[in-house]
């Protein structure tokens, strides 16, 4: 294996830009996995995370002596590589780093990693400046590598301690500290640690409403280091002594007219606690607040508590005009006094669209509570639609709960909810509904638990827990096909979920599905001489087949058409 070459004249800076450091995929045709030790970690698109509080500038970057290892061949030193990478200088970052040293797991060569030391960082204009550290980096090309060891200093947080997630964010912000991406909508902010996200939410609560942000990695917010907490106790059990996060959108910033997207990501440990709010009351409260025509999709809020004193919801307090969430969910637990939501509080207005969501905490409110929507209020028109959503939480509140919707005034607009279902609990004085609670809206194809649900729903089908997570209810869910967006647990362990649902393994599944009543038309006759069974389907036949197996071999049955077995619609060919 030959050595691991730069192009010629190429520098370790032409490849780490000024404001976003992105390493190289390939080189000559090859792919390159990196790797990182030390302040720094690489992302899901070879970006470069150097962690809130470490600065680079030119004279705390080394000059490195580089080596090469590969398989079969000798350690050589290769040339001499010096790095002119220039990050934003910062006077004061309010972010407690970690001094341990981490170990690359680089070969270790002849002459691997000289480092130069570089004159200190000024004391003015700083309160603590920690000891240069190295970063490292690994390029591994087949069994070739090759070693970059860049300095770093870190500033520690001022003597007082952050009150909120909020304040963490002003203090980098204001100190110059910057995110890859510029906010637009071709270059959104890239968010890949707790502290970026504080940025970005301090960004909309202050600066620009309509900066687009994007997830990179999933997001612990229990902010162990500035609570005083050891990280081993930074568990959801311990979430109430978590540092505090304030929602992104406010009344007098709402998130407007931008996307944020979570890539798929999660975020841990979310503490909102707003119930000492006043203005909470109509901000709505949240992981967003107040979303104005926007967008909020592919993200998860994992674990945690969120408190508000109305309008509030696990990802968005309050969505007015036209919003769409997307493929998201909720595993937190949600309080408050009216208009609750597993995953949206209150809708206002215009269009709003939830779709492929799920929540699967406990959610609990006065009034007005529901497990996918607390309230929606059409006011001068729009429409709210709800679509390939289901609930697993408890929904508890005193009047107007629902498994997926708590109340609906729609005055000048509309309402579709369609191909959701609910297990969860709802409990509750009056109003109350396992899909809805205050029905003045149009459910089409909506599904709920009888067994677990507890109350009953005029505008859902009941059925039976095993009816529930049966091949057939992903299929009823689909709209009585098979692929996406509903998939079953081939275990019959869990209820559907989002995913691609197979061909049916038998025409059991579907003659199973028949008698549930979630697949065509129900079978009539019970299978006495007096009452045959009356099969007109293929769909009959298989039910017919279901029940003769059960243990009605001796039931009378007669065939009213032809049948075609090959089962299309069933993945059948």
Known sequence: ?????????????????????????????????????????????????????????SRDVPRVEMALAGEGAESEADDELKADVTKPETDEIEVETDSTEVETDAPETENALETENREEIPESGTDNIENSKTVQLKATVGPATRNFALGVRAVTLTDTPPESWEDVGKELYTSGYTMAGNGSSSNPYQIGTAEEFAIYAYIINYVSGGAWGKLTADIDLFGASYV?????????????????????????????????????????????????????????????????????????????????????????????????????????????????????????????????CYNTGSVTGTSNVGGILGQRYSGNGGNITITNCYNWGAIDGNSNIGGIVGLQQLSGGSSNIANCY????????????????????????????????????????????????????????????????????????????????????????????????????????????????????????????????????????????????????????
């Open 1 to 57: 294996s030959g050595p691991l070459d730069r192009p010629e004249g190429t520098m370790l800076a032409d490849i780490m830009g000024e404001q976003e450091i992105l390493l190289p995929s390939a080189i000559d045709g090859e792919e390159i996995q990196w790797d990182a030790a030390g302040e720094v970690a690489i992302d899901e698109n070879n970006q470069v995370r150097i962690g809130p509080g470490v600065t680079f500038s």
């Open 228 to 356: 005083n907490v050891p990280e081993a106790e930074a568990t959801i059990e311990n979430i109430h002594n978590a540092l505090r996060w304030v929602p992104i959108g406010k009344n007098t910033s709402q998130f407007r007219g931008a996307t944020f997207d979570g890539a798929g990501h999660k975020v841990w440990n979310l503490r909102m606690d707003e119930s000492a709010n006043p203005a909470a009351l109509s901000e709505g409260s949240g992981l967003f607040g107040w979303v104005h025509s926007g967008t909020v999709r592919n993200l998860g809020v994992a674990s945690g508590f969120v408190r508000g004193n109305s309008r509030c919801g696990g990802v968005v307090g309050r969505a007015e005009q036209a919003v769409t969430i997307s493929n998201c969910w909720n595993n937190a637990t949600v309080i408050g006094s009216g208009t609750i939501g597993g995953i949206l509080g209150y809708s206002l207005w215009k269009n709003t669209y939830i779709m492929n």
């Open 422 to 573: 609910s297990t969860g609990a709802v409990t509750g004085d009056s109003n109350l509904g396992a899909v809805s609670g205050s029905n003045n809206s149009a459910t089409k194809n909506c599904y709920y638990d009888k067994e677990t649900s507890l109350v009953p729903d005029a505008v859902a089908k009941p059925v039976s827990t095993a009816e529930m997570k049966s091949w057939a209810a992903a299929y009823a869910l689909n709209g009585s096909k098979v692929g996406t967006p509903w998939t079953y647990d081939v275990n019959g362990v869990d209820y559907p979920t989002f995913g691609t649902l197979p061909a049916a393994e038998s025409w059991e599944a579907v003659g199973q599905g028949c008698l549930y009543g979630l697949i065509g038309s129900s079978l009539t006759g019970d299978g006495d001489a007096d009452v045959r069974y009356c099969i007109e389907s293929p769909e009959h036949l298989a039910a017919f087949q279901v029940e003769v197996q059960s243990g009605k071999g001796s039931s009378d049955a007669i065939l009213l058409s032809d049948i075609d077995l090959t089962g299309t619609s069933y993945g059948g060919s």
